[in-house]
């Protein structure tokens, strides 16, 4: 895809590792469809640091939300999240949380899994040269 006077793009990824704990019951990890998010369902939060503000997005109920889950992810497997993309074209954010089982035992282990961001910058002249970016 190439922006005509476009800014470089830039994608923020998450990849959540699965839990230790496979066991039933663990808190797993949800994300939900972007195309089921109205923009009105985002609401935005400063985080107030010393030197700076920043922003952080929470998302309200919405019954037409459609939400899917990794329940026994094992260790060895992970999901990527695309947390953000500057492209207004397609979906900004993703909306992701992890949510208790409620027919776990009461003692079932608590989810424990790592997560790795990363940001991703491309020069718009450069998008051709990609495959499936597309010029």
């Not at 800014?7 to 704990?21: A, K």
């Not at 999901?79 to 009461?106: E, G, M, N, Q």
């Amino acid at each position: 895809m190439h922006v005509a006077n476009a800014g470089p793009l830039l994608p923020h990824l998450s990849l959540q590792g699965g839990s230790r704990n496979s066991d039933p019951g663990v808190r797993w990890l949800a994300v939900c469809d972007a195309r089921s998010i109205a923009p009105a369902d985002f609401v935005k939060h400063q985080l107030r640091y010393r030197d700076r503000t920043g922003e952080v997005y929470s998302v309200v109920f919405n019954p037409d939300h459609r939400w899917l889950y990794f329940p026994n992810m094992p260790a060895n497997e992970a999901v990527l999240i695309k947390r953000y993309d500057s492209d207004a074209r397609r979906a900004r954010f993703t909306a992701h949380s992890a949510f208790d089982d409620h027919t776990a035992p009461p003692d079932a282990p608590a989810r424990e899994s790592i997560e790795v961001r990363t940001l991703i910058f491309f020069a718009p002249e450069s998008l051709s040269t990609f495959g499936g970016f597309g010029g």
